[in-house]
């Protein structure tokens, strides 16, 4: 009698099935991992920068999805879009740990193969970066050459991120944001507010009443503080394998990402704490 519990019960015919890896496709995945050099590290690199890209992927969807529920007033769902988010950030920061395997000397092994490619230029950490609000119009310039990657970040530079969806919530209901700010020219860098300021202070006062409010502001800082992270990590990363090189994307290297640190996506939402 065979045991029911046995890997003798699986299906084992595919032939007019759809498998797993037809399912993933995971022959056109793997033909993507095409190392230039013999290094032994450079298949490293490249599996931490795919992988990377995926869950960068998975992170424009989801904010995506939550920014259209919140411009229509939905916060429960966009909620657990947020904490989803705040998730695959965790794998992202993570991924830079198994990089760091990498020593300087391997590095070098292959650096000079791929030329001015960079990290600088994926259109996926762009993408989030816009949709989060830090917004420059200048970073939009490496991707001018792809017409299909260009637009949809010029989209999001030019139209309201995650926070100003957020602040017109606010403001649907009832409370006092400035029109200035809901107004406002949505391709420039958002900045500190007073008057919003004062509107948060008015919903972490009294959270009984704004409590979905409050969730809502509370899981955005999750988000920020996991983009610090990544940002943290990735500059310590550049520090212990290159040190202060100019990075291949033509920036100063760890420099220009040490600058980066001091980015403030949602300042409101850390300034209130100092003011309650």
Excluded: C
């Excluded at 995506?64 to 904490?83: C, F, H, N, R, V």
């Excluded at 198994?98 to 292959?110: E, G, H, S």
């Excluded at 990363?237 to 040490?258: D, H, M, N, P, Q």
């Amino acid at each position: 009698m065979t045991d029911k519990h046995s890997a003798e019960q699986a299906y084992s015919d595919f032939s007019k099935r759809l498998s797993y890896g037809d399912y993933l496709r995971l022959d056109m995945l793997k033909s993507a991992h095409q190392p230039i050099t013999q290094a032994h590290d450079e298949h490293l690199f490249i599996a931490v920068h795919h992988v990377s890209e995926v869950w960068l992927e998975l992170i424009v969807r989801e904010l995506q999805a939550a920014m259209s529920l919140l411009e229509q007033g939905i916060t429960d769902a966009p909620l657990k879009m947020l904490t989803r988010v705040v998730r695959a950030q965790e794998q992202l920061t993570n991924a830079w740990e198994v990089l760091k395997t990498m020593t300087p000397a391997d590095y070098l092994q292959f650096r000079s193969a791929f030329g001015q490619a960079s990290g600088f230029q994926s259109q996926g950490y762009r993408m989030v970066e816009f949709l989060l609000g830090n917004r420059q119009a200048v970073l939009l310039r490496p991707h001018e050459h792809r017409p299909d990657l260009h637009a949809p970040l010029l989209a999001a530079l030019q139209s309201p991120s995650v926070y100003d969806l957020t602040l017109r919530l606010l403001s649907a209901r009832g409370l006092p944001v400035p029109a200035e700010v809901l107004e406002r020219d949505f391709s420039q860098k958002y900045e500190l507010n007073e008057a919003v300021l004062a509107v948060w202070l008015t919903v972490y006062r009294d959270t009984e009443t704004y409590w979905d409010l409050y969730e809502l502001a509370e899981k955005l800082l999750d988000v920020e503080d996991n983009f610090r992270r990544w940002r943290f990590n990735h500059l310590t990363t550049v520090e212990r394998t290159i040190g202060f090189k100019r990075g291949s994307g033509g920036t100063s290297g760890a420099g220009y990402l040490r600058g980066a640190l001091e980015t403030v996506l949602f300042p409101e939402l850390w300034e209130v704490r100092t003011r309650l």
